[in-house]
C-alpha cells in the first residue's frame, strides 16, 4: 500500500488552546490513524506552549496570514510570479483592517500542504468536535465518538472522488427568532427556505445513526471536508468575496461553494453523512438566544456575508447551468429593505439599515469579483501545470 501523508488543516484567528486541534488527534489515534501533519494558518499570535504540546503529537506548521515566506519561496522556486503569488495569497484589506477573506485563509493550508507533500487534507474548524450529538432533551445531551478519518477516507478512496464533506449536528448558525418581515429579511439575503426553521426551532440538530445516507453533493462544507490532492489536476482554489462598507470590511462567506461547480462532471464530492458536532456559539448546552449581544452579531455578519457572497455564487451557478430558480435581484432588494428596516427597528440596532447598501455594492462589484476569480484561476491553472509536470 503506497504511503499516505495526511494532514489536518485549520484556520484560526490565533492559536491559544489546544481545544479541539487534541480532540481530533486523539481520535486519529484511538481509531489507529496516523496523521502526520497539522497545518494551521492563523493570523495574529501563536502559544508556545500550546505549540510545544501539539508537535509532540505530530508535526505542526503555521503559516501566518499576509506573511508566509515559506509558501512564497514554494510557489516561487515552482516557477510562479510574484503577482501570480499575490492573487493566491494576497491580503490586501489585513493591514487597514485587520480581515482576511476565508478563501484566502483556506489557501494558506492547501498550498502549505501541496508544499508538504501531503495526500489528504482534512479540514475541520475550531467549533468543531469528532463526535456527534446524539441526544438533547430539558439540557440532557449524549454524544457518540465516530472515527472521523476513516469515516471520510473509506469514501474519499472510492474512484473518481475528490473530496467528502458532511453537515453538522448542534445548533443552527443563528438562534430561533421571529419578527415582521423576517421573511422578506430571509428573501433578501437568499434564505428564505430557512424561515420555518429560524422562526420555529430552537433545539439543536441531533442524529443516532451515521454513514447511512451517503450521496454526491455540490455543497461542500469546510469544516467538515477532505480532499484528496492527489487529484490536484481537478480540485480548485478556494474563492470568497469582501466587501468595505463605512470604513469596514465585511468576510463573504461560502469559500466552499466554488468547489461544487469547478468539479462538477469531473470528478465527485460525497457528502458521506457525519454529522459531527459544532458548537458554534461556544457556549454549548446552554440555548442560544437572539437578545445576547454576541449572537445578534453573529446573526447580523451571517447577514452580511450572505449579501455578499450572493451575487458570485448566483454567477458561478448560472456559468455552469447550475441554478435552479432564476434570481430576481430588483424583488430580493425590495424584500430586504422592508426586511432590514423591521430588523433595526425589533432590534434597536442600526447596523441592519445598512444592507441593502451592501446589496447594491455587492452587485456593483461583481465585475471585478469575476475578475479576480478568473485570474485566481488562471495562477491555479499554472500551479496544476507545474505540480504535474513530468
Not at 200 to 226: A, C, W, Y
Not at 375 to 381: D, E, G, P, R
Request: with cysteine.
Amino acid at each position: 500500500m503506497k504511503n499516505e501523508r495526511k494532514a489536518f488543516g485549520v484556520i484560526t484567528k490565533s492559536l491559544l488552546h489546544l481545544d479541539p486541534f487534541d480532540s481530533f488527534l486523539e481520535n486519529a489515534k484511538k481509531y489507529g490513524h496516523k496523521v502526520e501533519h497539522l497545518i494551521i494558518s492563523y493570523e495574529d499570535e501563536i502559544d508556545p506552549s500550546v505549540l510545544s504540546k501539539l508537535q509532540k503529537e505530530c508535526m505542526v506548521t503555521a503559516v501566518k496570514r499576509g506573511n508566509a515566506p515559506i509558501l512564497d519561496s514554494f510557489l516561487l522556486e515552482l516557477g510562479l510570479t510574484k503577482d501570480e503569488i499575490r492573487t493566491i495569497l494576497g491580503t490586501p484589506y489585513k493591514e487597514k483592517y485587520g480581515m482576511v477573506a476565508y478563501g484566502t485563509s483556506r489557501n494558506y493550508v492547501l498550498i502549505a500542504a501541496l508544499m508538504l507533500g501531503i495526500n489528504y487534507l482534512m479540514f475541520f474548524d475550531t467549533d468543531i468536535y469528532p463526535k456527534i450529538l446524539t441526544e438533547f432533551h430539558d439540557g440532557k445531551h449524549n454524544f457518540i465518538d465516530i472515527d472521523f478519518v476513516g469515516s471520510h477516507l473509506k469514501y474519499l478512496r472510492e474512484k473518481d472522488v475528490i473530496s467528502t464533506t458532511s453537515d453538522y449536528t448542534g445548533y443552527y448558525i443563528i438562534p430561533k427568532m421571529n419578527f415582521p418581515y423576517l421573511m422578506e429579511l430571509l428573501r433578501g439575503v437568499q434564505k428564505e427556505d430557512r424561515f420555518y426553521y429560524i422562526s420555529s426551532v430552537d433545539t439543536p440538530v441531533t442524529r443516532n445513526t451515521h454513514s447511512e445516507n451517503i450521496f454526491d453533493t455540490q455543497k461542500s462544507l469546510g469544516g467538515n471536508m477532505v480532499l484528496d490532492l492527489s487529484k490536484i489536476d481537478i480540485i480548485p482554489p478556494f474563492f470568497s468575496t469582501t466587501l468595505i462598507l463605512d470604513n469596514e470590511c465585511f468576510l463573504g462567506r461560502g469559500e466552499d461553494t466554488l468547489f461544487g461547480p469547478e468539479v462538477h462532471g469531473l470528478g465527485r464530492c460525497v457528502d458521506i453523512d457525519l454529522l459531527i458536532f459544532h458548537n458554534c456559539f461556544g457556549d454549548f448546552p446552554e440555548k442560544p438566544e437572539i437578545t445576547k449581544q454576541k449572537n445578534l452579531d453573529r446573526f447580523y455578519y451571517a447577514c452580511m456575508g450572505w449579501i455578499i457572497r450572493n451575487p458570485f455564487l448566483n454567477w458561478i451557478r448560472n456559468k455552469y447551468s447550475l441554478a435552479t430558480d432564476e434570481i430576481n435581484i430588483e424583488k430580493r432588494y425590495e424584500s430586504l429593505v422592508i426586511g432590514s428596516g423591521s430588523a433595526a427597528n425589533y432590534f434597536n440596532d442600526e447596523r441592519f439599515m445598512k444592507l441593502p447598501k451592501a446589496f447594491e455594492l455587492s452587485y456593483q462589484k461583481l465585475n471585478n469579483d469575476i475578475k479576480h476569480y478568473e485570474n485566481l484561476m488562471l495562477a491555479w491553472k499554472k500551479l496544476r501545470r507545474l505540480l504535474t509536470k513530468e
